[in-house]
């Protein structure tokens, strides 16, 4: 069978969400360039500006703040669930827990803008717990309660780690939040467009999305990259390794992207962050690693391959108490407001999303009776 094209280069529908120029390495998101965003907006901004599709007003946002806060605690039936499943894949829990917590959201079944936009704000808050929640259970210790008085990246690290956030912490994880919130049709958003156009309601769209970012050629890459690193161990034996890794014919995690054929602008974001928080750390080796797996690879820039988002993200989560395996469910937080706004804007025009596939079987074969096989 053929390895296909993976839909390269083919244009789905048309969309006002989100700009890619993988040739000038930008990002623009409702108009806005990324890094103007990484540097003036917070997430919760973001996220009103991707579903709303401009930015908020200081009440507006006011408003938008305090509908995600009153959204952040989610049901003990969903916390019961997770406590039995826990032993799971993080993103095999996460999506038990989102499918549950809809499950139980009577309000949220119909497929419209109307019910999907508070459905979809309510599911922001309620992923960042769930991940927050699952990340205490897999340690043996009790969930953390949400507090409202605390912005949704510093509620998260409280969440995560029971212990009010330094300022600089949270900034950087809202950062993050605002890089990877949303990315065009990329595999995920896509997932949750194809089920949209079901006329399926938000959270199976997110359900779809969250199961499609588990697998390592999407959500997985920052975990193996911090694996690389680690297993580097030695900026010295950096060049050695990629070199052997590119003989045995394998990818080169945290590098390469479908439309990204130059620097991809939210890795150039974390590069500084991983940068000066390894500093801050104690911990320049790490950055010190990357930066020979980046000299190692440059070579492989004529082919249009750079390191991508997934390549500083994971030093900046380890550097932060976050474990490896939280890393996919990190970036399913962050990208809620993308697949929401990409879902309802499916239902605004919806149309059933159904290609073909070119059939190469055979095509006149006759029923042989189960003996005579
Ligand atoms: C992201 C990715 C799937 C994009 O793939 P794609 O658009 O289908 O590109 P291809 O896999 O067809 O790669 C095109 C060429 O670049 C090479 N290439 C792409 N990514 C590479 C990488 N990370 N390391 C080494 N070579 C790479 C391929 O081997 C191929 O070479 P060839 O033309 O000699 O066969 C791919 O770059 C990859 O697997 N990267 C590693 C995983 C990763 O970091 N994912 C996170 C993405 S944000």
């Known amino acids: 069978m053929s390895s296909g094209t993976g839909l390269k280069g083919v244009v789905l529908d048309e969309s006002r969400i989100c700009l890619i120029d993988g040739d000038a390495g930008k990002l623009v998101y409702r108009g806005y360039n990324i890094h103007d965003l990484a540097q003036h907006a917070s997430f919760e901004e973001v996220a009103y500006l991707l579903l709303y599709g401009k930015l908020p007003k200081r009440d507006e946002l006011r408003a938008f703040e305090g509908a995600l806060k009153s959204a952040r605690h989610i049901p003990e039936s969903v916390i019961e669930i997770m406590e039995r499943v826990k032993a799971a894949h993080p993103m095999d829990i ?4 989102v499918s549950a917590a809809v499950a139980l ?5 119909e497929a419209t803008v109307e019910v999907g936009l508070p ?11 769930i991940v927050a929640t699952m990340h205490r259970q897999r340690l043996g210790l009790d969930p953390v309660a949400p507090r409202d008085d605390l912005s949704h990246a510093a509620n998260f690290l ?11 912490d949270a900034k950087i994880i809202d950062l993050d939040l605002v890089l990877h919130a949303e990315h065009s049709s990329n595999a995920s958003t896509f997932a949750a467009r194809v089920a949209a156009g079901t006329a399926a309601d938000l959270g199976s769209a ?5 199961a499609t970012l588990k697998g390592p050629l999407h959500g997985g890459a920052a975990e193996a990259v911090q694996k690389t690193v680690e297993e580097i161990g030695d900026p010295d034996k950096a060049v050695e390794y990629i070199r052997e890794k590119i003989e045995a014919g394998e990818k080169v995690m945290g590098f390469g ?23 801050k750390m104690g911990n320049d080796r790490w950055f010190q690693v990357l930066q020979q797996i980046e000299k190692a690879m440059e070579p492989y820039r004529a082919k249009g391959i750079y390191p991508n988002v997934d390549f500083y993200a994971g030093a900046v989560y380890s550097l932060l ?20 706004a990409n879902v309802l804007e499916q239902y605004e025009d919806n149309v059933l999303i159904r290609p073909l596939l ?3 079987g055979p095509r006149h074969l006759k029923y042989v009776p189960i003996d005579d096989r």
């Open 321 to 340: 108490g976050i474990p490896d395996e939280q890393f996919i469910p990190m970036f399913a937080v962050g990208r809620m407001p993308g697949w929401i």
């Open 158 to 168: 409280y969440m995560m780690f029971g212990k009010e956030p330094s300022r600089e």
């Open 257 to 279: 992207h479908r439309v990204y054929k130059t620097d991809d602008p939210r890795a150039l974001e974390l590069r500084g962050v991983a940068r000066d928080l390894g500093h």
């Open 94 to 97: 996460l999506r038990t827990a």
């Open 105 to 109: 959201d009577e309000n949220s079944h």
């Open 206 to 210: 997110i359900v779809a999305a969250i």
């Open 358 to 360: 070119e059939y190469t």
């Open 119 to 129: 459905a979809g704000i309510k599911l922001i808050s309620q992923v960042a717990t």
